[in-house]
């Protein structure tokens, strides 16, 4: 039995909970009530699909080359006492380029010129004596053994003077050797030794870039390689001036890869045009024939889950989203190429498909914003 005073209590205590019972039931109605009635509508950026391409670009960068340069060096060894050449310099057959010490090749030259002066004086001994030998044979008063040794000795003699004068037009070469010199008009490009620098025999000294054809060379990977033929058409650009694009021709195609980079160098021969000048940059285009048509989505219109390339495509009737498998092509410099899982018309997502999911509405852009899709692959702005 409770007293009245703590059946009062007891009571009052059990209002209260009621009353906090019915409250909480009274918000949590309203806050389900808000929740179903709120449908989440999601603003995309889409590309349309447009009919698939049976070509595609390969573009690659390469700097502007003479087609012949010279590593001119000198064809004896010494050390350097004077450069008369700059990067930059143009030069015509005959300039003197560079020079290197000749103390010891005039040396040589003196040298040569003695012992020539001394092998002509043994062929004039070795000549009196064959005279006397013949004569003293004619008259029978030496042997024919004599005259044969005395003939020999002169032969001898001979040799020897031609083999020294040999040795002093090689000395004297030498002396001229010394003075490195230009075999053709062009401009120096690079200096690969100075003053007081010792260098041996052939070590390149100046580059020169001969007048004439110019061509580009770019670097290939092998993936792409085949579609390089020598003869074929290609556009070259330069990114010193967009209204300069000429005609060349793929001219040399490298047999190998390098073996760093494992890609292939290719020279484009480019048509005479004072315009061009070595060492600009240049870009390289031409077109690939494909094995399979391919259509060209932004990269961040694809997506993967549990392994699988896919994309978000647009129901337009329905303004929701569904996910379908794609089959990769090859990846580009702005984008990715679909061989498989696309059809022209087709609206894909292009930003935000971490946010997306099976059959979510979505709000498409403005149908001027629409209407300036004129390409594949370009994403609203």
Not at 68 to 77: A, K
Not at 214 to 238: C, L
Not at 279 to 301: D, K, R, Y
Not at 371 to 379: R, S
Request: aromatic fraction near 4%; proline fraction near 3%; include cysteine.
């Amino acid at each position: 039995m409770f007293s009245p005073k703590a059946l009062e209590m007891r009571t009052a205590l059990v209002a209260r909970l009621a009353a906090v019972l019915a409250i909480a039931v009274a918000l949590s109605a309203c806050s389900e009530e808000k929740v179903e009635t709120k449908e989440i509508i999601r603003p995309v950026k889409v590309v349309e699909i447009a009919a698939a391409g049976n070509q595609r670009e390969l573009d690659y960068s390469g700097s502007v080359k003479a087609r012949t340069e010279m590593n001119l060096g000198f064809r004896v060894g010494g050390k350097i006492t004077e450069r008369l050449a700059n990067i930059g310099d143009r030069v015509k057959p005959g300039d003197l380029l560079a020079r290197i010490d000749p103390t010891d090749y005039e040396l040589a030259v003196k040298s040569a010129v003695a012992n020539l002066a001394a092998a002509e004086k043994q062929v004039e001994t070795t000549a009196l004596t064959k005279m006397r030998a013949e004569q003293l044979f004619t008259r029978e008063f030496s042997s024919k053994a004599q005259l044969d040794q005395a003939t020999l000795l002169y032969d001898q003699a001979a040799s020897t003077r031609d083999a020294a004068a040999s040795s002093l037009d090689q000395a004297r070469n030498q002396v001229a050797y010394t003075d490195l010199k230009s075999d053709q008009n062009g401009i120096v490009t690079a200096i690969n030794a100075d003053i007081g620098q010792v260098v041996g025999t052939g070590t390149p000294v100046v580059t020169v870039a001969v007048d004439g054809e110019k061509e580009v060379q770019i670097a290939v990977p092998e993936m792409d390689i085949s579609e390089f033929k020598p003869g074929k058409t290609v556009k070259a650009r330069f990114w010193s001036d967009d209204a300069l694009v000429l005609d060349g021709n793929v001219r040399e195609v490298s047999g190998s890869a390098d073996q760093q980079s494992r890609t292939f160098s290719v020279r484009i021969s480019l048509p005479t045009d004072p315009r061009v000048l070595l060492g600009m940059t240049a870009t390289i285009e031409a077109v690939a024939a494909n094995s399979q048509p391919s259509v060209s989505i932004p990269l961040s219109a694809l997506a993967e889950r549990d392994g699988r390339k896919l994309v978000w495509v647009v129901d337009r009737e329905r303004s929701t989203v569904h996910a379908r498998d794609v089959k990769l092509a090859e990846f580009t410099g702005d984008g990715v190429r679909i061989a498989e899982g696309l059809e022209q018309g087709d609206l894909v997502v292009a930003a935000g498909t971490q946010f997306m999911t099976e059959d979510l509405k979505v709000k498409l852009p403005a149908a001027e914003q629409q209407a300036a899709l004129t390409e594949t692959g370009e994403v609203l702005r």
